[in-house]
Structure formats: structure tokens, C-alpha cells
């Protein structure tokens, strides 16, 4: 049985007088332990996926199931406990007055109770940081530094599943390089399943087990990185891959 | 850099300045009863439109009541009733704006064509009608002016909260789990303040000449009661022959007003250039 | 008419008295592309508007030739109309360029006047003719749109339109890509590209991006907290490099091939050239003690080919690992 799965997901937007169709009946599914990608231009509906995935907005029709059990639009905390979500905007994804220890504990103190302990030091050494940052406001870190705190708040309430919204896009290349680096050995070694949504198809290359290429709003093509980079099946995929460009 | 500290050092000094004179203003209201040097009420027809003097230091009106004890008991009625209804309207206005940005959908489209219908009426003309119809009295001249006074703030939180609610670190709340009352007040509520109490500031000096106006025009507070208003109003027909009478609550209501104007533009400013972008 | 058409020497930009760009030299040969490649806060974008003569940047010392005149010694506000005759400029996102609300044809025009170039009957034939060039055939239909009404690739492409109705000899770019999906960047790419071969447009292309830059440019400069450290063919700088942090750079790119990119501990500087030492030591992993104190010194190590230390021979720890098990 597959960690995640998501059956006919369609979702809806009502813009003036126009509605907008940002999914067209997506499914797909997670497997335990395996990192998915979800590849495409702006527009194509990943970022909208996600967010259904999150619970943060509930889909106009089609159902998600985590673990077999249908997940309703009122999530319990046990619920986001599970699965926890990192943003592209690494400082805006924390309250910009607040100090970095204060966001996470209070992330920690909601879905893991109130007794739960804020280890500082192996908070910050599973990324890879000085204790002493955890003290500063998000403003005080670099787009890095706060990804990486994002990513130590995410699971520090051991969840099942990481969502990552384009963590890198804003970020320089040496930082994207440390991040994607620290996400790979972070899910190898807690067995954490992830769902990596990137417009970049080299980063989904060389960090993601499968890929699903989106457009519009559906499903284009989808199977493993080899596969689908190396032998794409469909125009508009082999169309992406060729617009890589390539050290 | 340099030049930026100075400048919000300077705008600091300003805030702190009218928050020092706004405070005075308080307080003489508050110690008005200790301070008058003649009781506000006393009428006496041997000094009737007496200039000012070392008895009466801004004369007399045409009831030969000391002016300056009634404008000093007017302070009280005046600042505290703009202040008062400045706060019950903020505080209703914003909730009402909060849940209508967060929850959208029915609830954003009944809070919002309330406004509007409120907001279609000039204030003052329906300010004037439903104090008329109330009758008259303070109570009934606050609540003429909060029935469209809180559409301001409404509208104002409304609009924060639409802006702030995609945020990242809002989703982030939500994810951690937060019920929509924990990221309402503990998220959303601190980020939108500053901009909401720099406009309430400013509304206390609009509010104090609306209720002002009302009570001029003979509909807020009644007589004997010493509201600056009504002073105006009382002794704006003897204006040639006492016209301390007149220009003492005049002058009155300018200074307030000015000042909490001048708190309200020194709060933005100090908060604009001091928010973390 | 020499090959060279601009020249640039041990020039020191800011803003105010602070230095965010020092001792940078390089000389542009006509109808090549040089790629000006960093990360952020490495002084790239700061040289690029010092050239163009924007006025919050101040050159402190250092000299800018074009076309064998000293422009820098020029008064700002000569300097500015030769820069605006002579460059065009394209930036990240049209509304940098372009007023959103108002339509094509009339900022065309308007540009057009300014420069003296405007000619009613001849016109629509020009514009024509520049849209073709840069593969947008709805010509007339885009001029009247207003910028925000267009897709950004779409944008950009009337940018470089622009530039070609404007004739200018020179195109300076600041991140024309990056804001742009994919599909699009390889579009807008190959427009850079023609108007290279096809009309000889000598460009400067600033750019995180280096693979962008193995893609378009002839050659490349590297830069890193203000200095340009490493300066070459684009081919002899990515298959050759000798300062670390190109090196590191290069490793830190992923690619198709599922190789994990490495990246170097903490993020570069923003606070601009140093005075004294290595901008790059504290995080280069080929570092010795003397790299605290030595001064800035770019050396030949090849044929056009100059770079300010050539430790980056040999290869960082961590390169060439395996990628995902």
C-alpha cells in the first residue's frame, strides 16, 4: 500500500468572472522512503498539487488517502503531524518576529504536545548548524541558513512526509547544492518519503526516485528519473529535458 | 546606514514628544475636577460675558459660568467619549474585517455590503438622523457616529488580512496545526496593528469634531453637561460680546485635535520605517 | 575600426564610498559575448550599471574606454547620453525595462524620439523587421499590448527588439533569464545567440547562471565578492578552471546526468571587496595561511585566459562523488 495517494484530484478557481482550472484530475501516488518529483513550467498545477496534498486547500473534487484512510478537509493535528511542508521563501516561512528556537517550538509544542523537549543541539546538528543560530530572527540567517532551519522545524516533529515547494529556486547554487544534499540524507537516513516540486529537471535528476511531469493542470508523463529524462516518452517532456542546459 | 538610524531616532523622538503631550491632555482631563478653579456649573447673572480675569481666567459665558472650568470639565467629556468610541469601534470593526478576510465566502460578502450600505450614507448627515431619532445625549451621539465608524477598520483589517494569509509563515502556522483563532490572534493580530493603531490615532481628532459637531448642532450632549460643542454652540449667538466664550473651546478642540493628528502621523512614520521588510 | 569596443580597467565601483566591485579589467572585442557570472552580492550586476552610468553608482578609481574614449572621465550627464546612444540594456523582468500599464507603441515611439531615431513612415516597416529578427510574428498585436498583458519570454523579446530598432552596438543584460520558465530561457537564449551571429551585437550578459553561460558566451568572467577572479574562453574557464571558487561553482550545478552537486559551506559574501587577503578564503577548502594576506593579483595562465589564484588545479574534496544510491 502506497504511503500517500491522491485519486482525481481537481482543483478549481473562481477569478472574476472566469474559472480557472489549475488540476484536471490528478492521481498519483508515494511509496514508502522514495522521493517523487513533480516537474514543470509555471502554471502546470505542482505547486497547486501540493497544497492540496498539505491541506491547505481543499480540493474542488477527488480524495487523498494517507495510508489507505481517506484524508478529510479538516486535517487533525496528527494529520499535519505526518506530513509537514517546506516553502520556497526560506525566511518568510518563518514569523518575521519571532526568534528561529521560538517558531520551532512552538511547531513541536502544537503537534507533539506541550511536554515535548526542544533539543537544540540535535535540531541543529541533524542540519548542520550552530546551536547559536536558533537564537537569532530570520532576518539575522541567509536564504541558506533559513532553508535549512525550515527544513530542522519540518522535522523535528518526525513526520512521514516531507512536501518541498521549490525550497532551492531562490536560492544561490552553492546553497541549493547543501540543501539538496541535506534533504537526500535526511530522508535516507529517518526513512522519510518526499515529494520534491522543482521547474529545474537537473535538481529532480539528481535527488528525486521518480518524476511526474505536469501541464495545465494534468499529468503529462510519469515513471522513474532514468526513465523519463533519459527516454522521454512524450513531446512536450522530451521538449523540457532538451531545455535543460547542461554544464 | 548611518543617515537611516539618525532619521528613525529623530521620528522617535517626535512619537515620543506627542505621546508625552497626548498624555498631558490626559491627565488634565483626568485631574479637571482638582484643577478648575471655579465650579463649571455655577451660574451667577452679576457676571455674566465677563472678559477674563484673575477670578475667571477665560471669562464668562451668558450664564456667567467661568469658561475655563467648562472647557477644563468639557476635556473630560470630550477625550474620553472620542477615545472610547475610537476603541469600541476598532476593536468591532476589526473583528468583523478579521473574520471576514480569513473565512471569506458568505461571510466576507455580509460583513462587507454592510459597509458598503453604511458607508453609502454621508456620516454626519446619518450621524445627525440617528441622533435625532435617539434622541439626545452622549451615548446616543456615540453610537450615531460608531454605526459607520467601524467600517473603516473593517475594511482595513479585511485587506491586511487577505495580504498576510498567503504569507509563508501564516501556511507554516496552519501546518503546525494552529487553529484558525491561534493564527488569527497570535500571527496575523501582531503583524496588523501597527498600521490599524496609527489610523485609530488619527480617528480620535475626527471623532472628537464629530461628536463635537453634534453637540453644537444641538443633538450630542445637553445642556448643563460642559462639552466643547456645545459651548460653541451656546455662546456663538453672543459671539461679539464675549467671544472668550467661543474661542476658548475652539481653540480647545484645534490643540486636541492637532495633537492626536500629529501622534497619529508620528506612529506611522516611526512604524513604516522601523518595519522589517 | 579596432576589434575592441570596450575596455575596462582596474575598475572600482560603488554605491557611495563603499566599494562593491574593485580592480576589475576586462576588454570586450566586437561581436562577442562575455558572460560576467557570481553569485549573489559578487559585484556583477554593480559593473554592469557602473557601464551604463547609472547614477547611484560612483566609480571610484579605475577607468571605462569605449571605443578608444575615456568615458569615465566623461561629466555624468555626457557619460549617461553616450551610454544610452551606445547600449541597449535588457533586465530581469520587463517592468524594469518598460512602464506596464502603457502600450508598446507608444514607448517605442517615445524611445525612438529620444534617441532620434523616430521616422513615422518608416516605422512600421522597422518594427516589423526587428520583431522578425527576434521570431515574433503578431508584431502588430504585441506593439499594441501593454507589457503586462504579455507572457515574460514575450517581453523580453520585444526588449531585445528594441534594442535592434535602437541599432545599438552593444547589449548589456542583467539576468535575462531567470525569471523565465525553462522552455522560454532556451528561446530567449537562442535570440541572444542570433543576434550575436546574425547581427553582430557585441554583448555583456550578467548571470547566476552558468550554464547559461556555457551555452552563449565566448567568454566568461567569474566573480566573487567584488573581484573578478577568474577571466577567459568560456571553454578553457569550464574545462580548465584554476581558481577554487570557479571550480566549486562548477561542482555545485546539477546536471542531467544524476550526479549530487557539491556546494561549499556557507554563502558568499555581500559585503564586497576586502581590503586585505583572499575574499574567498574562509570558505575555500584548498586554503592556506598565506591566503589571509595576500592581495588581489589576476595572473595569465593561458592564451586570454587570467585568474587571481590557480590553487583550483587540483580538485575540491567531495567532487566527483556518487550521485543518489
Not at chain 2, 451660574?43 to 481666567?57: I, L, Y
Not at chain 3, 527576434?134 to 528594441?162: H, I, Y
Amino acid at each position: 500500500m502506497s504511503v500517500l495517494e491522491g485519486k482525481g484530484l481537481k482543483k478549481r478557481y473562481q477569478k472574476q468572472n472566469r474559472v480557472i482550472e489549475a488540476l484536471r484530475g490528478v492521481d498519483f501516488h508515494l511509496e514508502d522512503g522514495e522521493i517523487l518529483g513533480l516537474a514543470g513550467e509555471s502554471g502546470s498545477g505542482k505547486s497547486t498539487l501540493l497544497k492540496l496534498i498539505a491541506g491547505l486547500e481543499p480540493p474542488s473534487e477527488g480524495s487523498i488517502l494517507l495510508h489507505g484512510r481517506e484524508l478529510s478537509t479538516r486535517r487533525t493535528k496528527e494529520d499535519y503531524r505526518s506530513m509537514q511542508m517546506i516553502f520556497q521563501s526560506a525566511g518568510g516561512s518563518f514569523h518575521p518576529r519571532r526568534t528561529i528556537y521560538d517558531s520551532i517550538a512552538e511547531s513541536l509544542h502544537s503537534l507533539r504536545g506541550r511536554e515535548a523537549r526542544v533539543d537544540v543541539e540535535a535540531i541543529s546538528d541533524m542540519v548542520g548548524l550552530p546551536p547559536e543560530l536558533m537564537s537569532r530572527y530570520p532576518r539575522q540567517l541567509s536564504g541558506g541558513q533559513c532553508q535549512r532551519m525550515a527544513i530542522a522545524r519540518a522535522m523535528a516533529v518526525q513526520p512521514e512526509i516531507l512536501l518541498c515547494d521549490e525550497i532551492t529556486s531562490a536560492l544561490d547554487v552553492s546553497s541549493q547544492a547543501q540543501i539538496l544534499r541535506l534533504v537526500a540524507d535526511i530522508c535516507r537516513e529517518n526513512s522519510t518519503s518526499a515529494i520534491f516540486v522543482s521547474h529545474d529537471l537537473a535538481v529532480i535528476r539528481c535527488l528525486c526516485d521518480r518524476v511526474m511531469v505536469m501541464k495545465d493542470g494534468a499529468l503529462v508523463e510519469e515513471g522513474s528519473v532514468e526513465q523519463v529524462i533519459l527516454q522521454p516518452r512524450e513531446d512536450y517532456t522530451r521538449r523540457l529535458v532538451d531545455s535543460v542546459l547542461q554544464i | 546606514m548611518k543617515k537611516r538610524v539618525k532619521s528613525r531616532e529623530h521620528l522617535r523622538r517626535r512619537l515620543i514628544l506627542f505621546l508625552v503631550l497626548a498624555g498631558i491632555l490626559v491627565v488634565i482631563s483626568l485631574a479637571a475636577p482638582l484643577i478648575c478653579p471655579n465650579d463649571p456649573n455655577a451660574t451667577s447673572a452679576a457676571d455674566m460675558n465677563r472678559a477674563p480675569c484673575a477670578e475667571f481666567p477665560f471669562g464668562t459665558d451668558r450664564y456667567g459660568r467661568c469658561v475655563c472650568s467648562r472647557v477644563l470639565m468639557g476635556s473630560r467629556t470630550s477625550i474620553y467619549s472620542a477615545v472610547a468610541l475610537v476603541a469600541i469601534t476598532f476593536v468591532v470593526g476589526m473583528v468583523l474585517g478579521m473574520l471576514a478576510g480569513w473565512y471569506g465566502g458568505f461571510l466576507d460578502s455580509l460583513v462587507m455590503r454592510l459597509a458598503d450600505v453604511m458607508l453609502a450614507f454621508p456620516q454626519m448627515v446619518l450621524a445627525i438622523a440617528v441622533a435625532g431619532i435617539l434622541g439626545g445625549g452622549m451615548g446616543n451621539a456615540m453610537l450615531a457616529m460608531g454605526i459607520t465608524g467601524w467600517t473603516l477598520y473593517a475594511r482595513l483589517a479585511r485587506a491586511q488580512v487577505l495580504a498576510l494569509k498567503e504569507e509563508p509563515y501564516v501556511h507554516a502556522a496552519r501546518l503546525s496545526g494552529c487553529s484558525s483563532w491561534t493564527v488569527l490572534t497570535k500571527t496575523l493580530l501582531p503583524n496588523m496593528l501597527g498600521p490599524m493603531l496609527v489610523t485609530a490615532a488619527t480617528q480620535i481628532g475626527v471623532m472628537m469634531i464629530g461628536l463635537a459637531g453634534l453637540s453644537f448642532l444641538g443633538i450630542g450632549v445637553t445642556e448643563p453637561q460642559a462639552e466643547w460643542g456645545s459651548m460653541i454652540n451656546t455662546s456663538r449667538a453672543y459671539l461679539q460680546l464675549a467671544p472668550w466664550a467661543v474661542l476658548a473651546p475652539a481653540v480647545a478642540t484645534i490643540i486636541t485635535v492637532m495633537i492626536f493628528n500629529y501622534l497619529g502621523d508620528c506612529m506611522r512614520d516611526y512604524l513604516d520605517v522601523g518595519v522589517e521588510r | 575600426m579596432s576589434s575592441e569596443i570596450l575596455s575596462v580597467s582596474h575598475l572600482t565601483v560603488g554605491y557611495g564610498e563603499h566599494a562593491a566591485a574593485a580592480d576589475v579589467s576586462f576588454q570586450l572585442q566586437r561581436g562577442e559575448i562575455l558572460c560576467l557570472v557570481g553569485e549573489s552580492g559578487c559585484g556583477k550586476s554593480t559593473v554592469l550599471k557602473a557601464l551604463l552610468a547609472a547614477p547611484e553608482i560612483r566609480v571610484l578609481s579605475g577607468s571605462i574606454t569605449l571605443e578608444g574614449q575615456t568615458i569615465s572621465e566623461l561629466p555624468d550627464k555626457e557619460r549617461r547620453g553616450l551610454c544610452c546612444e551606445r547600449m541597449g540594456i535588457v533586465f530581469q523582468s520587463p517592468q524594469e525595462t518598460f512602464n506596464p500599464i502603457r502600450s508598446y507603441r507608444r514607448q517605442f515611439i517615445e524611445t525612438l524620439k529620444s534617441h532620434g531615431r523616430y521616422d513615422a513612415a518608416a516605422f512600421d516597416g522597422q518594427v516589423e523587421e526587428a520583431f522578425l529578427k527576434v521570431e515574433l510574428t503578431d508584431w502588430k498585436r504585441v506593439l499594441s499590448e501593454c507589457p503586462f498583458a504579455l507572457s515574460g519570454g514575450m517581453n523580453q523579446r520585444v526588449a531585445l527588439a528594441l534594442a535592434l530598432l535602437l541599432g545599438q552596438e552593444i547589449l548589456l543584460c542583467d539576468e535575462p533569464t531567470s525569471a523565465l520558465d525553462a522552455t522560454i530561457q532556451l528561446q530567449v537564449a537562442h535570440e541572444l545567440q542570433r543576434l550575436r551571429d546574425k547581427n553582430g551585437v557585441t554583448q555583456i550578459i550578467v548571470t547566476h547562471n552558468l550554464a547559461l553561460a556555457r551555452f552563449l558566451a565566448d567568454r566568461i568572467g567569474v566573480m566573487y565578492a567584488g573581484r573578478l577572479v577568474e577571466l577567459g574562453r568560456a571553454s578553457d574557464v569550464l574545462q580548465d578552471p584554476k581558481h577554487p571558487y570557479t571550480r566549486s561553482l562548477i561542482a555545485a550545478i546539477p546536471g542531467l546526468d544524476g550526479r549530487m552537486p557539491v556546494g561549499l559551506p556557507g554563502s558568499p559574501p555581500m559585503t564586497g571587496p576586502s581590503e586585505t587577503g583572499c575574499e574567498f578564503h574562509d570558505r575555500c577548502p584548498l586554503a592556506k595561511d598565506s591566503c589571509a594576506c595576500r592581495t588581489y593579483a589576476p595572473q595569465q595562465v593561458g592564451d586570454g585566459h587570467s585568474a587571481s589564484c590557480c590553487e583550483g588545479k587540483q580538485s575540491l574534496p567531495g567532487e566527483g562523488e556518487e550521485g543518489r544510491p
